[in-house]
């Protein structure tokens, strides 16, 4: 039996986060009750008028600067016409032929392997309502009609067939969801909506140029659901091409509960979108001085990013994909970074402290109560010797809870590192008298109990002394001869 190398393209719908829709003045917001935010020109009503949303333009250009893309000049909005209930003008505003943007890639890695997907084009339009299917069966069954989202404005980001696995599709899809977290302009709620992914993919013998034939997969909220979807649909064109059958070119919908694709269309049904030039909008002209403008005010990308922190921090990969899963998360790891001047420490108790207080409150980092200054100020302290380790996990706590500064609360209660020898010894010899017994163990060669006493005397300094120095000395106070110890 041959084998299979499998081709995948992505297809990305963003919403973009302008305050009002693309072609008029009525609010973008969700969750809104239905069919409140809606005007004329929402619902096509004879004589109403598209106006183009200036702000749109501009976060879809900077998008398709940050994908990497040309931007075309003049670029053309055309009506693509079809029936359905929830597009009542019947066509979507779209670009056709002539998208504002084409011909860029991004770079990102899986497995440590460089990789780049290419991006075809970046076009805007406009979405279409919601249905709202109600109850089973042709008789009970409704639909509700919610227009709210009627003329939000989108990009629409249709990728190169560029990719081999459904490991690398999930990922290329994730690090364009973060380009467009990265800028501001998409929110990235695949569960709203507000992103949304379809997948083409079809199989080839493995060694072969010329594409099969592809199969469009829609509705894929979630990066697993992209991994599983096509998974599932590459091991269903592999079984059907090695059982002789022929593939056909279809759309195909994911189906989570049941773990399947099934068919929605085929290419013989394939509509004419009958698309021709938007009578009511003229060419979208952008000055070339305004696009250079836009570019220059992009921020540092995700993968950039990452890239430095392994540079400048000397951070392990893994710790600065982390830290730039968002850009605030980052913002908030150099703060602490820059002032305690120790990067692998501040990275350890942003990836350890913080984010399982953020995961525990189900919050964002921009609602962590400890500034990156007051972290800097408690990672000194350990640096600079005068706390330990574990007091420092307690500090963390107090000053989470009570927003007092780590000097304060070492100060307050005390808890400076024992670090005087003398101080040490005397602790030791009077844990380790009120452990004669297990002492004697040791001396008849029962070593495990060393990390035991360790422990005891750990806890009666209630972890503040010296990690290093109590070993030293519970090791002298043991090789002393035998009798109590002095
Ligand atoms: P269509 O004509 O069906 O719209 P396009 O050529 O416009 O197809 O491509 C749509 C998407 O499908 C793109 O993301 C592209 O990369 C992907 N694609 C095209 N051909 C294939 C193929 N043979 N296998 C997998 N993906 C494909
Ligand atoms: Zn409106
Ligand atoms: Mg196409």
Redesign the pocket.
């Known amino acids: 039996m041959s084998t299979y190398e499998p081709?995948?393209?992505?297809?990305i719908h963003a919403q973009l986060l302008t305050a009002t829709k693309i072609f008029c003045g009525c609010s973008t917001r969700f969750g809104a009750a239905p069919d409140t935010q809606l005007c004329p020109v929402c619902l096509g009503l004879p004589g109403a008028l598209p106006v183009l949303n200036a702000r749109a333009v501009e976060f879809g250009v900077r998008a398709a600067l940050a994908l990497g893309c040309r931007i075309h000049p003049e670029s053309i909005f055309a009506r693509k016409n079809y029936f359905y209930p929830d597009l009542p003008k019947g066509y979507q505003i779209s670009q056709y032929d002539r998208p504002f943007a084409t011909d860029g890639a991004i770079a990102f890695s899986i497995g440590g392997a460089a990789r780049r997907l290419g991006i075809?084009r970046v076009h805007l339009e406009e979405d279409a309502g919601k249905s709202l299917h109600e109850g089973a069966g042709d008789a009970g069954r409704t639909t509700h009609l919610d227009f709210n989202r009627s003329g939000v404005p989108l990009i629409e980001i249709?990728?190169?067939?560029d990719l081999r696995t459904p490991a690398e599709a999930a990922e290329a899809f994730s690090r364009i969801r973060e380009i467009l977290v990265a800028l501001g302009v998409n929110d990235g709620n695949m569960e709203e909506g507000s992103l949304r992914c379809d997948a083409?993919?079809?199989v080839r013998p493995a060694g072969t140029a010329a594409?099969?034939v592809?199969t469009?997969v829609k509705n894929l909220n979630s990066f697993r659901h992209v991994h599983r979807a096509l998974e599932f649909e590459i091991e269903r064109q592999v079984a059907a091409l090695s059982a002789g059958q022929r593939l056909v070119q279809e759309t195909r919908l994911w189906d989570a509960g049941a773990g399947r694709t099934h068919v929605m269309r085929t290419k013989e049904e394939a509509d004419d979108y009958r698309y021709f030039p938007e009578p009511d909008l003229p060419p979208l002209v952008l000055e070339p001085a305004w696009i250079e403008a836009l570019r220059s005010t992009l921020p540092e990308l995700p993968e950039a990013r990452r890239r430095r922190f392994v540079e400048q921090y000397q951070l392990p990969e893994y710790d600065a994909g982390v830290l730039t899963q968002s850009m605030k998360l980052a913002d908030y790891f150099e703060r602490v970074a820059a002032t305690a001047g120790n990067a692998k420490a501040a990275s350890n108790w942003v990836m350890g402290e913080i984010l399982r207080k953020m995961k525990d409150t189900g919050t964002g980092i921009e609602d962590v109560p400890m500034t990156p200054d007051a972290l800097a100020e408690l990672v000194s302290l350990v640096d600079q010797g005068l706390i330990t380790g574990p007091v420092a996990k307690a500090v963390f706590e107090k000053m989470y809870e009570s927003g007092r500064s780590a000097r304060a609360i070492v100060d307050e209660e005390g808890l400076a590192k024992i670090g005087d020898a003398a101080a040490i010894d005397a602790i030791v010899r009077e844990v380790l008298s009120g452990h004669a017994p297990t002492v004697a163990e040791y001396r008849a060669g029962k070593t495990k109990a060393f990390g035991f006493l360790v422990g005891q005397v750990m806890k009666a300094t209630a972890g503040k002394a010296d990690p290093g120095h109590v070993n030293e000395s519970v090791r002298r106070f043991l090789a002393e001869p035998a009798g109590e110890p002095r």
């Open positions: 081709v995948i393209g992505l297809e075809v249709v990728s190169q067939p083409n993919v079809s594409f099969g592809k469009e």
